[in-house]
């Protein structure tokens, strides 16, 4: 069975910085069929946000970026989120982040971040960075 895992906003910030890296690697493998990524509109909205600021860094077209947003979109298992259970976590972002790998019955979060999510162990949800969870899958990081 493929693991399921929600992508937090630095990982897709990342991988689209540079083709370099365990972010880009991961980012190249949505959709792919090795994981079952799960998004909310909520998560959406963030991913979106981030991605188009100025300040992102990311060197492609606003065009280019909204194309790589539908496809996450597409290929994601979207999940709708009924109720909250805010705050767990210090930041709500994150919160929002956790939110969506409970309720889509996720294995893990791929996040730079991991101190942030201390805690979601007590869902069963695993933190781990885009390097490890590759190696998880058995590619290379």
Do not use: K
Not at 31 to 36: D, I, L, P
Not at 100 to 115: E, L, S
């Amino acid at each position: 069975m493929v693991p399921g895992i929600v992508l937090d906003t630095n990982v897709l910030l990342a991988g689209l910085r540079s083709s370099l890296g365990a972010s880009n690697r991961v980012l190249s493998l949505v959709g792919t069929g090795r994981f079952r990524h799960v998004v909310s509109v909520a998560l959406l909205f963030e991913y979106e946000a981030a991605l188009t600021r100025a300040e992102s860094r990311i060197r492609l077209p606003r065009p280019v970026i909204e194309d790589i947003l539908d496809y996450v979109c597409a290929t994601g298992q979207r999940q709708q989120i009924y109720f909250l259970w805010r705050p767990t976590l210090p930041d709500p972002s994150d919160d929002l982040v956790l939110e969506v790998a409970v309720h889509g019955q996720c294995d893990r979060i791929v996040t730079f971040n991991t101190r942030d999510f201390a805690g979601s162990e007590r869902f069963g949800i695993e933190v781990e960075t885009p390097s490890t969870f590759l190696r998880s899958l058995g590619g290379r990081s």
